[in-house]
């Protein structure tokens, strides 16, 4: 993420950024900046480490729709480490499936890809693996890589 001064320093509690937020909450932290004087200063944000992007991650899943408080993690992880294909097929569809028809029957979100893209990002991202979204190569872009230890995945809609 990249912001500007404005954005860190606003301090005004009635027009506070989710940014200005988590920068201040110490979700984000600094990681490089560039100063110039036609285009002002500007920060690239990340997480401090692993085990904030983990927590943070696991909060918008949350928030998105599925029940992840019985999520085995370990196991998780372990299903994606092997490169179990079968399994995942499984995990994903435990992922999707607590969330209410009535959530998406006559409603606009039923159209949006984006939600469902976020909640299977964000379930990937709080297993703590690197996760590149619109991974782009000398051929295209992916629509997902994930790195683990031991298996590259590749998620694309084509």
Not at 27 to 45: A, F, K, V
Request: net charge negative; with cysteine.
């Amino acid at each position: 993420m990249v912001a500007g001064d404005e954005i860190l320093r606003s301090f005004d509690p009635e027009k506070i950024t989710i940014e200005t937020l988590l920068f201040q909450a110490g979700y984000l932290t600094i990681r490089s900046w560039e100063s110039n004087p036609d285009i002002g200063t500007w920060y690239r944000l990340g997480f401090p480490n692993r085990e904030v992007r983990e927590s943070f991650n696991r909060f918008i899943l949350s928030y998105l729709g599925p029940d992840t408080a019985s999520i085995p993690v370990p196991d998780h992880r372990r299903v994606l480490e092997v490169g179990d294909f079968e399994h995942l097929k499984t995990l994903i569809h435990a992922l999707f499936a607590p969330i209410p028809h009535d959530w998406y029957r006559n409603n606009p979100i039923s159209r949006f890809e984006g939600y469902y893209a976020s909640v299977f990002y964000s379930w990937l991202c709080s297993l703590g693996f690197m996760v590149i979204p619109e991974d782009v190569t000398n051929k295209g872009q992916i629509d997902l890589s994930v790195q683990t230890r031991n298996v590259i995945w590749i998620f694309d809609s084509r």
